[in-house]
Structures are given as C-alpha cells and as structure tokens.
C-alpha cells in the first residue's frame, strides 16, 4: 500500500520534471539555436588553421589566437606585439565609453524634458525619439556625412559667414565616428533613462528644496541615485553595440580609422584569416562581458540596489 | 500674510488671504477639499510664488525667496522620504544640506529618532518602515534642522483611525516640546479641534474664520463654518433687543431667547440663529421654546441623536448623552418640548 503510494508519487516527480522540460523547451532553442550555437561555433573557429581562400581547414591550430597578441615578420618569422590589435582596441574602447558619457549628457535631459511634460504630451515626443530607428542606420551615417564633410553644411556655412577661410577637417576622425555612434545610439540611452524618470516621485524633488539642497543637490543627491537603474541599463546599450560599431566608423572614419568590427570583417574578408576573426570576435564578446560584470557590481554597491 | 492672493491661469485659489500666525503656536488651516488651504501652505513653503500679497516671517518679506532659503520645513502628507537613503540619512538630510559638520548631524539624528520613538532604526531602509514609522521619521527629517516654523499638509490622513489619534496627540507633544510653530493642514475638524491653539476656517480660497478651537465651534460667526464643523441646527428668529455682548431674539414658536453674536455685527430684523444639538434638552410638551413631533430616534451608542419635527416647519436634533443604560425615554412620533441651554445660541453675520 505504502510502496505504491510512493511508486505513484515518484512517477508524479518524474512527470513534473518532463513537463517543465517540455514546456520550457522553445526557449531553450531558440537560446541554442541563437545565442550560445553560433557563439561556440565563433569559439571552435578560433581553434582551427586559416584556409588559404578563406574559410577553415579543420586541424587544430591556436595560431588564430597567437595572432591577437602578436605578429609574424612575414620575410624572417621574428615575432613581435600586435600593435595594431591593441590600438584598435584601445581605440575602440575609448570612442565607445566616450559615445557613452556623450549620449548620457545629451539624453538626460531629453529624459528629463520628456518625463516632466503633461502625460498626453509624453508619448508625442518619445514618438520622435524614436523616428531616427525606422531609418536604415546606414542612410543615417550618410546623413551625418552630409553635414560634417568639408563641403557639407557646416563647413559651407561657416565659410559663407566668414568665421573660417577653409573647411575644417571633420571626416575621417575620432571625432566623426564618436559623433555618429553618439546621434545613432541616443534614442537607446533616452528610452531606458525615460522609463526611470518616469517613475520618479517628483514629490521628493520639493522635500529636497525644501531640506535646503541646492539645484545641484537635488540632481546629485536625489534625481541620480533613484534613476541609477535607468542610467545603468541605458549605458550598457549604448556602451556594448558601440564598441562593436562597423557601420559608422566605416563611413565616417574612412580606412585609416578602424575600429574592433572593422578589424574583425577585414579578417573575415580581405584578410582571409578566419579562425583571427573568430579569436578578435571571442576577444570581444569577453571584454565586454568584463565591462559589464564591472559596471553592474560598482552600481550595486553604491546602494542603488535599494531602489527599483 | 498680507493680502495673498493667487491665481492658477483663471482660477483664483487664494483671495485675498491676511492671516497672523504667533510664534510657537500650533495652528491649522482647516477647510474642505479646494478651498486654497493647500496652496497657502506651498506659498509659505516656497513651491508657490504668491500671485499679489507678501508672506512675512518675523518682519522679513520671504515670499520671492527659493523654497531652500526659507527656514521652514514640511511633512507632506505622503511623507516623500528619499527610498534611496537609511532612516538617520533622511533625517539628516537637511543638515547636510545646510553644510553641518557630521559630529553635528550624528548627535541631532540621534536626538531626532529618540524624540519620535525611533531608536535604533536609523541604519534601516525607510522602505520597510511601516506608515505610521515613515510618518515619524517624516516628521523627524523636518524638524531637524530646527525650522522656525514646520509645515505639516494633511500628513495623518493616510494612517488608520487608531494610529491617526495617537499620532495626534504625538504631534501635540512635538509642538509643545520643540517649540517650534506649527502650521497645520487638515480637512477632518475633529484633528483641528484636538491640536490647534486657533484655527482658521477657509473656503474656497478665502478665510471664513480664525479663532480658538472654542470659538469656531461655539461661536460661529457664519453658516459655512457653523456647518462644516460638527452637527448643529439652523434656526430663523426676530431680534427683540440688544444689550451688551447679548441680544433677546424671538424664534418661530414665539419663545425668546438670548443669544450672542460676532464681532462687528449688529443684531437686528430677521437672523438666522446657531443650536449645537448638545445644548438643547428634550421634555414634555410645554416645558421648552420649541413644539414638535419626535420624528426619529437614532441610537450611537455613547449618545442618542433626537430628530424634531418643529412645528412651523423645519428638524430640529437634538443630542443626548446615554449617561444611564436604558430606554431614552421618548418613543418617536411622541409629541415634545425643546429647551435650549442658556448663552449657546448664536447668531450668524447674515
């Protein structure tokens, strides 16, 4: 009698176990199929000796790895750092925290703006900050090409006014591609930090007034800690696409300006080293990944876990 | 106060309000829902700018100055504690702001959790206080920085009825033992009644009445205040004569009785008369000023509340306290006599 209860309640477990499998089985899919296939797929790539048109040859080979850090004289085999690598990273790494800490200036108060307008007003404007994404990004690039080349708006106008004799050189530079990255990447940093202002009680702005804190008080003391969550989630969107930004620094920082996913499609491409762009590309999903395991653990301590 | 006035776009809130607040005083600005006592409230705060009129403290105009340069504190009535920060750190807030050395706002922080019964909660998450907890550690944050006077806007009216009374008497035993002036916000007249030193009646924008607990209810000077605070019966009467602080007025049944009026009033022709329910009697016919019929007779428990059928029209209640357990006494549809008390009649202005 005993026995078969426990037999009956056994079979119980088993099922509730192969139901939840079950049920949770399209997620874990479309997770493999999407997400952690293809990844280690770049990750195998890594490990295996270029073709000599492209593609792999199926042998292992950890030279794809080697030449992250370093290169090979082609003439006498000397060995020395990948200069080149580290400069692109470091390049990279720059111009996106860079693009981050620019779209943070620019979309607080876009935030801020939006959140503190009449409720019905409010989905008006987020429908503009929107507009930009229905554009192919690439037509976008070319937009800021228009106005920031040597014969582009700025130039022209500036010259037709008289405050310079010849166009200043904007194309081509750092500052293109962070410009860029910065106006394509906006509406990503203003949506999340929207969300977080929206939600703030504006109540607590008077208590500070009124507990004598200065406008600057109130913004450092009181605005900030409480819309943390929505500054963190807004950076980390703008932070990780940037770094591994293709379009923009193709188009608006010429050849010479690379950054990492320049770097990596070369290899994919024109470089014919598969299993280096594989190795770059592995390189930067893992910085990435420390970025944010970083930013996260600093925002947490810093008591911001206490609010949303 | 002098002369407020304030207009929101076409919608005038605040009309021409001049009030005097004493120092040290506890006093409230009681009135229904809209009727500008709110609005007051954020002009002294500095989250309004009065539209005309100057708000004075002390002799000084105030009223351009920035909410952060004005040596008054609130308690909103939603508390709006900063979440993000532990007990002591809201409490402390104000000082810090202010630039106080830390030794300073550790010794005031302590003082402050110990004066609202807070002690050895100030390292805990305002979050998980509970409402009558946050409402003290509210009350704590504004009074921190020794304000000369706090603002309180309705900040009992989110606790239950239990916590609310004993929140009232709390606040009392603050104002009395800090000394500060407390500025008072309510729409329930019995929490204006227990704390205020005086009381002004406010409706729509304008102040109907200042006065001490005492004289808002007993001696209302006009039907708007004689009606939102308490029960109380509205009578027509003739004025018969005036002597002194008191006039002789006839009622409908022809009785007369005396009453007293308001200050710079003078009694005369048609007025209409104040009874509180609790200071008229009920009796055998014939023995009162007034005949009627016992309509209905409601049982409260500590009272019973007796609706009159006046002869000549009009209710009259009546409230008797149940001092003895027991039948009333008077069965409803029974025909009695209404006596009124003598010097609790009052006549209004118009």
Not at chain 2, 2 to 18: C, E, L, S
């Given at each position: 009698m005993t026995l078969s209860a426990q037999d009956a309640t056994e079979q119980r477990q088993k099922k509730h176990v192969r139901d939840r499998w079950l049920l949770s089985a399209p997620a874990l899919i479309l997770i493999i199929a999407a997400s952690v296939g293809p990844l280690l797929i770049v990750v195998l790539y890594s490990f295996l000796a270029p073709g000599s048109y492209g593609d792999v040859k199926w042998e292992f080979s950890t030279e794809g790895w080697f030449n992250v850090l370093f290169t090979r004289d082609i003439f006498d085999d000397t060995v020395s750092l990948a200069d080149a690598h580290f400069s692109i990273f470091w390049r990279s790494i720059k111009l996106a925290f860079a693009t981050t800490v620019f779209c943070l200036i620019f979309g607080f108060p876009t935030a801020y703006f939006i959140?503190?307008?009449a409720p019905h007003n409010r989905s008006l404007w987020l429908f503009l900050i929107t507009i930009p994404f229905w554009t192919n990004m690439l037509i976008r690039t070319f937009a800021i090409q228009e106005v920031i080349r040597s014969e582009g708006i700025i130039n022209t106008l500036l010259m037709k006014i008289g405050i310079i004799s010849a166009p200043i050189q904007m194309m081509f530079t750092d500052f293109a591609i962070m410009?860029?990255?910065?106006?394509?990447?906006?509406?990503?940093m203003v949506l999340p930090l929207y969300a977080s202002l929206e939600k703030l009680d504006f109540r607590l702005i008077e208590a500070g007034y009124d507990l004598y804190a200065s406008r600057f008080g109130v913004l450092w003391r009181i605005i900030i800690p409480l819309v943390k969550p929505g500054i963190i989630a807004g950076s980390i969107l703008v932070f990780v696409p940037a770094l591994s930004s293709y379009v923009v620094p193709r188009v608006l920082g010429g050849g010479k300006n690379l950054m990492v996913g320049n770097l990596i499609e070369l290899q994919f491409g024109q470089g014919r080293n598969w299993p280096l762009g594989a190795a770059l590309s592995v390189t930067l999903v893992i910085i990435v990944l420390f970025a944010m395991l970083y930013y996260v653990r600093n925002a947490s301590k810093s008591g911001g876990s206490a609010h949303g | 106060m002098?002369?407020?006035?304030?207009?929101?776009?076409?919608?005038?809130?605040?009309?021409?309000?001049?009030l005097e607040i004493r120092s040290n005083e506890f006093f409230t600005l009681l009135g229904p829902s809209g009727c500008g006592k709110t609005t007051l409230l954020r002009m002294i705060a500095g989250f309004e700018l009065p539209t005309e009129g100057q708000v004075l403290l002390d002799g000084t105009d105030i009223s351009r100055?920035?909410?952060?340069?004005?040596?008054?504190?609130?308690?909103?009535?939603?508390?709006?504690?900063?979440?993000?920060?532990?007990?002591?750190?809201?409490?402390?807030?104000?000082?810090?702001?202010?630039?106080?050395?830390?030794?300073?706002?550790?010794s005031v922080v302590k003082d402050m959790l110990k004066l609202v019964h807070l002690e050895g909660r100030g390292n805990n998450p305002v979050t998980q206080l509970s409402g009558g907890q946050q409402q003290r550690v509210a009350l704590a944050r504004a009074l921190a920085p020794r304000p000369k006077v706090l603002l309180l806007d309705e900040p009992l009216s989110a606790l239950d009825l239990k916590l609310r009374k004993s929140m009232q008497m709390e606040l009392k035993r603050l104002q009395l033992e800090t000394g500060i002036t407390f500025v008072f916000v309510t729409h329930d007249q019995e929490e204006a009644l227990t704390m205020s030193d005086r009381i002004a009646v406010m409706s729509t924008g304008t102040v109907r009445q200042v006065g001490s607990p005492w004289d808002i209810y007993d001696r209302p000077a006009e039907r708007f205040v004689a009606d939102f605070i308490g029960e109380t019966n509205f009578l027509e009467a003739d004025v018969v004569s005036v002597s002194g602080d008191r006039a002789r007025v006839r009622l409908s049944s022809g009785a007369e009785i005396s009453?007293?009026?308001?200050?710079g009033v003078t009694p005369k022709g048609k007025v209409t008369i104040v009874v509180r329910p609790e200071h008229a009697r009920l009796g055998p016919p014939g023995s009162g000023v007034l005949e009627g019929v016992l309509d209905d007779i409601v049982y409260l428990g500590t009272d019973n509340h007796f609706h009159v059928k006046v002869d000549g029209g009009g209710t009259f209640i009546v409230r008797q306290q149940n001092a003895k357990s027991g039948p009333c006494g008077f069965s409803e549809q029974e025909r009695v006599s209404i006596a009124i008390n003598d010097d609790v009649a009052q006549i209004l202005r118009d």
């Open positions: 959140a503190t307008r410009l860029g990255m910065t106006y394509v990447f906006l509406p990503l | 002098h002369g407020i006035k304030k207009w929101f776009g076409t919608f005038q809130a605040v009309d021409d309000v001049t100055l920035l909410p952060n340069q004005r040596p008054v504190n609130t308690v909103f009535q939603n508390y709006a504690l900063f979440p993000h920060l532990t007990v002591a750190e809201n409490i402390g807030f104000g000082l810090k702001m202010l630039g106080k050395p830390k030794s300073e706002i550790d009453a007293t009026y308001p200050d």
